[in-house]
């Protein structure tokens, strides 16, 4: 079995202010999450290393939208980043 260990990165707080400018301009949490410049892209581009496990994006997009909850969460400053 192979482990695999992702770095957190630092929170995104020049995106995290756009993406709830986002929110606030009326677009939805799918929106923000998956849409151009979104959550999930964010972070594909940092995790990468996923897709040499056979982790697809579209996968990763599914583990993103599972989480999607914890993301509106943090988006609003009622989670942390970590």
Do not use: C, K
Not at 17 to 36: C, M
Not at 37 to 57: C, S
Not at 61 to 75: I, N, P, Q, T, V
Request: proline residues 2%; negative net charge.
């Amino acid at each position: 079995m192979t482990i695999v260990r992702l770095h957190i990165p630092d929170e995104p707080v020049e995106h995290l202010a756009v993406w709830r400018q986002r929110l606030a301009n009326g677009e939805t949490l799918d929106d923000v999450l998956f849409g151009d410049g979104g959550i999930e892209a964010w972070y594909w581009d940092r995790w990468r290393a996923v897709e040499r496990l056979g982790i697809q994006r579209e996968h990763f997009s599914l583990l993103a939208g599972r989480h999607r909850r914890e993301f509106g969460l943090w988006l609003r400053g009622e989670r942390r980043h970590e």
